[in-house]
Nanobody, 130 residues
Framework: QLQLVESGGGLVQPGGSLRLSCAVS????????IGWFRQAPGKEREGVSC????????SYADSVKGRFTISRDNAKNTVYLQMNTLKPEDTAVYYC???????????????????????WGQGTQVAVSS
């Protein structure tokens, strides 16, 4: 079983930046991918970015390409989401999630289906407003 804890959210002006962190802990730290999702009020939870643990390959939603960057620090068991040029429409609760059971992730890019992910953090609020 894995535990994920997000941090780094807050209030930022449009055009600003934030870096979210996802600290991963547990009896075993084996997982196939980490994903970042977000959920705005009244909307479905949507995938933002993900990274495979085997080769570090990444995927991004079209809405954040060129603005967000996912990265990891294996020594700290932490995955980051650097968010630049933030827009009001980026306002949401951001969640990280870990995929530990879907073996097919060894052979394909990670994606944004919530069913791929087995463990979720509690979320961190990001608000973009002037």
């Amino acid at each position: 079983q894995l535990q994920l804890v997000e941090s780094g959210g807050g209030l930022v002006q449009p055009g600003g930046s934030l870096r979210l962190s996802c600290a991963v802990s547990g009896f075993t730290l084996d997982y196939y991918a980490i994903g970042w999702f977000r959920q705005a009020p009244g909307k479905e939870r949507e995938g933002v970015s993900c990274m495979k643990s085997s080769d570090g390959s990444t995927s991004y939603a079209d809405s954040v390409k060129g603005r967000f960057t996912i990265s990891r620090d294996n020594a700290k068991n932490t995955v980051y989401l650097q968010m630049n040029t933030l827009k009001p429409e980026d306002t949401a609760v951001y969640y990280c999630a870990a995929a530990q059971k879907d073996v097919s992730l060894l052979f394909r890019l990670c994606g944004f289906s919530k069913d791929e992910y087995d463990y979720w953090g509690q979320g961190t609020q990001v608000a973009v407003s002037s």
